[in-house]
């Protein structure tokens, strides 16, 4: 049995097309949105809204220090538009749009952080599962999924926002995580809370991973945790008893997936 699984898509349809040759499912760990193109500013929502110098800035800022200073900007930017919720919407939905129907069935997603899980039961069709919070069982194995991001403590969603992403609260990620028993392979679009995997050092500053994953793999011991969210880690891999914790890569700059085989 083999199969491929990639996190991270962010836009690249292209490379979604083909991740599933060679494989007998696919399994997408999140983060389908190319919302901020940090390579190429003109890309993205942002860039295609507002331009590739308005987004420069704002990506600049997003690599410091991350002040009230960024929020305000990107305020600035949604204020100078008549309607940004909807076009939001419609450019998240042309994206979806394209990456659903690249996907090859069987495939089973979750939504990570940047992505729009209420626009996901619209492209629900024969052989694309979104299975977020559920246990599947694929090729004789349990594949357990936990989708979104950590919420950090204190602060709180705006919900007239023009996009909210999938953050989810520690206590109830948690308690999705709980949820996920008998498992042979632990799916999450973030990573265990382990040093080395949420350290990423491009960005210089460690991203939010989950102590309810940690937890999980001692109670469960899976063959295999897999994972994305964190684009340039410490390191890739780290052994936690007999599980195997991986991060499967920045599948918009690889454009290759990573293969599960038993």
């Known amino acids: 049995m083999r199969v491929h699984v990639v996190s991270d898509v962010h836009g690249n349809t292209e490379a979604l097309a083909r991740a599933g040759d060679g494989a007998d499912a696919l399994v997408v760990l999140g983060d389908l949105v190319d ?60 994206q979806y749009t394209e990456m659903f129907a690249a996907m090859t069935a069987p495939t089973y997603a979750i939504p990570g952080n940047v992505d729009s899980p209420a626009l996901w039961p619209e492209f629900a069709r024969e052989g694309l599962h979104l299975v977020d919070g559920q246990v599947v069982e694929i090729g004789g194995l349990n594949f357990g999924f936990a989708g979104g991001a950590l919420l950090g403590r204190g602060f709180v969603l705006r919900s007239d926002a023009p996009w909210v992403p999938y953050l989810r609260y520690e206590e109830d990620f948690a308690a999705a995580v709980d949820k996920l028993v008998d498992v042979d392979v632990l799916c999450s679009h973030i990573p265990p809370a382990v040093a080395e995997l949420t350290y990423d050092v491009v960005a210089r500053r460690p991203e939010m991973g989950s102590q309810a994953l940690v937890e999980a793999i001692h109670r469960e011991q899976p063959r295999w945790s897999v994972f994305g969210h964190v684009h340039q880690p410490m390191s890739r891999r780290v052994r936690i008893g007999r599980t195997e914790c991986v991060n499967v890569g920045h599948f918009q700059r690889l454009g290759r997936p990573y293969a599960l085989t038993w």
């Not at 890309?43 to 002040?67: D, N, P, S, T, Y």
């Open 35 to 94: 919302f901020v193109d940090y390579y190429d500013h003109g890309k993205g929502i942002l860039g295609q809204v507002f331009g590739a110098e308005k987004v420069g800035v704002f990506a600049e800022l997003r690599r410091g220090r991350m002040g009230p200073e960024t929020g305000l900007y990107l305020r600035s930017l949604w204020e100078s538009l008549d309607d940004p919720r909807k076009v939001v919407d419609d450019a998240v939905r042309a």
